[in-house]
């Protein structure tokens, strides 16, 4: 019996984490396994292609919002090819709706839904001792006699007692990886993916002290904490940060999602002596209107929120990603205007904007029809309108959130100069150039970073032309000269110059 289990890398952590705890708890069957993911890039027909000619018995595809559709694809031509093979699928995008996805995709034989590793475990042993009780395996979902079984969740695994996910996997120099610390959540948003059994699972600190060790040692680049708020507990997470800090190398680095609300005075004072470059932190403020907050069940104190936020961007040690989400309950474009000002001013070292997602599973996609949400039908489910933004609202934003991906780094003096100049917000400047991508038509010029070096000199070049206040127009360009220094070589200034600066 040989068995593939597979994914395609969409630069998603998780669904690498996921597929490896799913390797160990089955790598000493006695079967054939191999164990491949597909980068992004590679084309379907090339995935086929390897999947036909390794002769499976077993496919395994795990799954999530950014890559679910290519992968029904894969499994639709294979099955067509090897009717007889057995295709697997799990992960968090099936889990829920399952029985729908069943009669959408036919050439799926078996979901594996929830915490998948004990329900794969069972899956494999019924196939291995050929009892094929699929009634008796919680979690799984299966076909038989023409016929979706759907059966209940399993319950929440220890999570204590599962192997170290890289058991079975070299660490190698520079390797970005994932680690996961907990399982559940501490709260039920509304717009995450949460299982009907959402308890707080944590490993023990010295476990994880442990493991980190291992990374730091085996020379890893990068550790990416998948954990959804990983200091819950400002104690804990006090603790491990320490013991990071205290057997740094000098190169690693460290990613968590942080809770703002909880990073209190004594985690801030330890933050401050950790090397630049060793921490990074995504902060999901979302939003600072409560009646939001409160709508999609996140219970934070904005105002300590922003404050502590605040307070870790001032001691500068760490970087900081903020996020904030457009397309939230009651939440008009003037009050999203007014929550991004407030974002912008902490000063993060970048500031994400997303379009809400109203994904399988979530609460707020139960209750779509509660706030008038129209959301795309196709991965990943974002917002098209509700009751309180139009289309051409999301779509405004949605071109702001792409304008601050490519000018946030090496623009940042000529923006605060257009500000001071121009006498905006942040969001009204960031819309007004927005504005000027529309009505020039622009959007389809813009396809390297130089090109927004060009627009912002085109855009500046307009509205102080409008003025009347010209004079501004070759300090602007110094000012853009300048910024260019920062992220750029002469050669690629000089290269830059001889291109011009017309879009």
Known sequence: MRLLLTTLDCGCIKTDLALKYLY??????PIDIDFREFDESISDQSIYNDI???????????????????????ADNVKKSMPTSVIVTGGIETTFDTKDFLQQNPSIDFVIRGEGELVFYNFIKSLIQYDFDFASIAGLAYREDGRIYVNPLEASIRFEDLPFPY???????GDIVGYESMRGAIDRCAYSQNLPDIRLRTLPVDRICSEIKYFILRGAGEVHFTDRYFNYNPQKAYKIWEYIINNDNGQIKFYFDVDGDLLDEESCELLKKARKGLFEFNIDIESTN??????VGRKANIYQSLYNVSKLITEGSVFINVNIKAGLPYETPKLFARAFDKVYGLGADRINIEILRLKTGSLIRENASKYGYEFSKNPPYEVLKNDYMKPTDIIKIRMISELLDNIQIGFEDTIEKLRSDLHMKPYHLFTSIVEHIISGNLKDKLNTNDDYYRLINAYAL???????????????????????????????ILSFEEKGWEL
């Open 167 to 173: 058991e079975k996997f070299e660490v190698k120099q």
């Open 462 to 492: 307009n509205v102080y032309d409008a003025s009347g206040d010209t004079i501004q127009i070759p300090v602007l360009k110094q000012v853009i000269k300048s910024d260019m220094k920062k992220v750029m070589s002469e050669d690629e």
């Open 24 to 29: 160990n708890v089955i790598a000493d069957a």
């Open 290 to 295: 409560p009646e939001v907050l409160d709508a």
């Open 52 to 74: 036909i000619l390794g002769k499976y018995n077993i496919i395994y595809f795990h799954n999530n919002v950014m890559n679910k559709e290519r992968l029904e694809f894969i």
